[in-house]
């Protein structure tokens, strides 16, 4: 399958100031080091705590942040990528042939034109459509805007009606505000307003967390009629698994800026690896009054600070399983299984005492 976005060693810090001064003294290191691949035509979901860096990674893949460390390859042949690679481990300053590779592949070194070019192919969806419409522009203005911003030849009005209906709407919400709208529907403007330049990819972030449940299973429906007729691929942001479950072919779960497990969706239910993987798993409610389930893993302590994170492993303060080299040394992100990708010293093995029986199982409509 055909790798359309990479990330690799990806960082983005935020400068924390102090001081008379407002001198830097010190950085959030929201994501530290990520490497991450989405395949053409799927459905990639990123899950985790809030404040683990997932809609910070979304923000900086699609440039809204400017990127601290890394790569961002977008469509880019695993030649040119190799050789970047190779160029990096062989020089200590940047040769020649390197940065103009970079210049011209990385789209976290991308300025200007560049960089608007990149924004047709990869659009987001926000997680509240409240703020993220513009309360004083109608719907025709709020979707046919990308298409004047990225100069779209034709007749706007038409092809604003047909993005109307794509997401289930029409020409009778065309001179609404977003005020007049329930939050479904607002979402839905929002889907079209990121369909409007006709891109390959979607960066969701959390797109149906702030609505009713009813509403959501219409939201998740639609995206995935949009994937299927317009193959397009999603990056789906989301800190609920059972969603992930519906919506996602692979899952990547990050745990303080970092990636920590990354599979496929189906295997992370039956034999995830990593004690934070299992801890979220079994955390899932049970739909059911008189469901007793399997006890939950409780995860000590509160989440670390991003800005002095733990030394080695991130999640060793908190994880049952901890021991001397845990806190050490951060163990890397490595296949351990077919696609299954794990970052722990001692990945969770099938039958290991303390591993869930929860977790095995996915939760009905799955
Ligand atoms: Fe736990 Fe150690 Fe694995 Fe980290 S490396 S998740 S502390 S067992």
Same mark, same amino acid.
């Given at each position: 399958? =055909? *790798?359309?976005?990479? %990330?690799?060693?990806?960082?983005?810090?935020?400068?924390?100031?102090?001081? /008379?001064?407002?001198?830097?003294?010190?950085?959030?290191?929201?994501?530290?080091?990520?490497?991450?691949?989405?395949?053409?035509?799927?459905?990639?979901?990123?899950?985790?705590?809030?404040?683990?860096?997932? +809609?910070?990674?979304?923000? +900086?893949?699609?440039?809204?942040?400017?990127? *601290?460390?890394?790569?961002?390859?977008?469509?880019?042949?695993?030649?040119?990528?190799?050789?970047?690679?190779?160029?990096?481990?062989?020089?200590?300053?940047?040769?020649?042939?390197?940065?103009? @590779?970079?210049?011209?592949?990385?789209?976290?070194?991308?300025?200007?034109? &560049?960089?608007? =070019?990149?924004?047709? =192919?990869?659009?987001?969806?926000?997680?509240?459509?409240?703020?993220?419409?513009?309360?004083?522009?109608?719907?025709?203005?709020?979707?046919?805007?990308?298409?004047? /911003?990225?100069?779209?030849?034709?007749?706007?009005?038409?092809?604003?009606?047909?993005?109307?209906?794509?997401?289930?709407?029409?020409?009778?919400?065309?001179?609404? #505000?977003?005020?007049?709208?329930?939050?479904?529907?607002?979402?839905?403007?929002?889907?079209?307003?990121?369909?409007? /330049?006709?891109?390959?990819?979607?960066?969701?972030?959390?797109? %149906?967390?702030?609505?009713?449940?009813?509403?959501?299973?219409?939201?998740?429906?639609?995206?995935?009629?949009?994937?299927?007729?317009?193959?397009? +691929?999603?990056?789906?942001? %989301?800190?609920?698994? *059972?969603?992930?479950?519906?919506?996602?072919?692979?899952?990547?779960?990050? #745990?303080?800026?970092?990636?920590?497990?990354?599979?496929?969706?189906?295997?992370?239910?039956?034999?995830?690896?990593?004690?934070? +993987?299992?801890? @979220?798993?079994?955390?899932?409610?049970?739909?059911?009054?008189?469901?007793?389930?399997?006890?939950? %893993?409780?995860?000590?302590?509160?989440?670390?600070?991003?800005?002095?994170?733990?030394?080695?492993?991130?999640?060793?303060? &908190?994880?049952?399983?901890?021991?001397?080299?845990?806190?050490?040394?951060?163990?890397? @992100?490595?296949?351990?299984?077919?696609?299954?990708?794990?970052?722990?010293?001692?990945?969770?093995?099938?039958?290991?005492?303390?591993?869930?029986?929860?977790?095995?199982?996915?939760?009905?409509?799955?």
């Amino acid at each position: 399958m =055909k *790798t359309l976005l990479e %990330t690799k060693n990806l960082k983005k810090y935020f400068p924390v100031t102090g001081g /008379v001064f407002k001198r830097k003294i010190d950085d959030v290191k929201a994501v530290d080091g990520v490497d991450l691949k989405i395949n053409e035509g799927e459905c990639l979901g990123l899950v985790g705590e809030s404040g683990c860096g997932k +809609t910070t990674l979304g923000k +900086t893949i699609m440039r809204l942040n400017d990127p *601290t460390k890394g790569h961002i390859f977008y469509n880019v042949s695993e030649e040119i990528k190799q050789e970047i690679e190779e160029l990096e481990k062989k020089e200590n300053s940047k040769s020649r042939r390197l940065f103009e @590779l970079e210049e011209k592949y990385c789209l976290a070194e991308f300025e200007g034109n &560049r960089l608007k =070019k990149m924004r047709e =192919k990869i659009q987001m969806v926000f997680q509240d459509p409240a703020s993220s419409l513009n309360p004083r522009m109608l719907v025709k203005s709020i979707i046919g805007e990308p298409l004047a /911003v990225h100069g779209y030849e034709g007749d706007n009005r038409e092809r604003v009606l047909d993005l109307l209906q794509e997401v289930g709407l029409g020409g009778e919400h065309l001179y609404r #505000y977003p005020h007049e709208f329930s939050g479904g529907q607002r979402q839905r403007i929002a889907i079209a307003r990121a369909l409007a /330049v006709d891109p390959e990819m979607l960066v969701l972030d959390e797109p %149906t967390s702030a609505l009713d449940v009813s509403v959501q299973a219409q939201i998740l429906n639609l995206l995935k009629r949009l994937q299927d007729e317009l193959g397009l +691929t999603y990056l789906f942001i %989301t800190h609920d698994l *059972t969603v992930a479950d519906y919506m996602c072919d692979r899952i990547a779960v990050m #745990y303080l800026g970092r990636i920590v497990e990354q599979t496929r969706m189906e295997k992370l239910f039956e034999s995830p690896m990593h004690p934070y +993987t299992d801890a @979220l798993l079994s955390s899932i409610p049970i739909p059911d009054p008189k469901a007793r389930g399997e006890e939950i %893993t409780l995860i000590e302590g509160e989440v670390p600070s991003p800005r002095n994170p733990p030394s080695g492993c991130r999640f060793h303060p &908190r994880c049952p399983y901890a021991k001397e080299k845990c806190g050490q040394k951060y163990p890397p @992100l490595e296949e351990v299984d077919e696609g299954h990708y794990v970052s722990c010293w001692y990945p969770l093995e099938d039958g290991r005492e303390g591993l869930t029986a929860k977790s095995k199982e996915r939760p009905e409509g799955g």
